[in-house]
């Protein structure tokens, strides 16, 4: 069997992985990931949605400044103000203060 420079290459890396990762590692990093999924899938489907927009921007021919000014003055605005108030949410979950639910508005 020939090996090529490519699997050697990636042989070689995943046998410095293997040495120099400490015990435990990849059993914390699947913890890490099975906490953090279902965070990192509601991202990613809010940065999709924003490279549909992008597109939808990009290739729109029809759009006039006072469209384009209007989306980004007021709606995007309204998205950095509710991704504010996310982030104030995490820092009081972290400093253990309490959110209620209903407690709407943007920072």
């Known amino acids: 069997m020939k090996i090529t420079k490519a699997q050697l290459k990636k ?8 040495v120099t990762t400490p015990p435990g ?3 914390n990093l699947s913890n890490i990931a099975f906490r953090t999924g279902p965070f990192t899938n509601l ?16 290739d729109s ?3 006039e400044n006072m469209d384009l000014e209007g989306l980004k003055n007021n709606e995007l605005q309204k998205l950095m103000d509710k991704i504010g ?16 639910s209903g407690a709407e508005g943007y920072e």
Request: proline share 0%; with cysteine.
């Open 61 to 63: 021919e029809n759009l």
């Open 25 to 27: 590692y990849q059993q």
């Open 85 to 100: 108030y996310c982030e104030s949410v995490i820092d009081a979950k972290l400093e253990g203060k309490a959110i209620h």
């Open 11 to 18: 042989l070689i890396l995943n046998e410095l992985h293997d």
């Open 43 to 58: 991202v990613t489907v809010a940065s999709d949605t924003l490279d549909r927009l992008i597109d939808v921007i990009r």
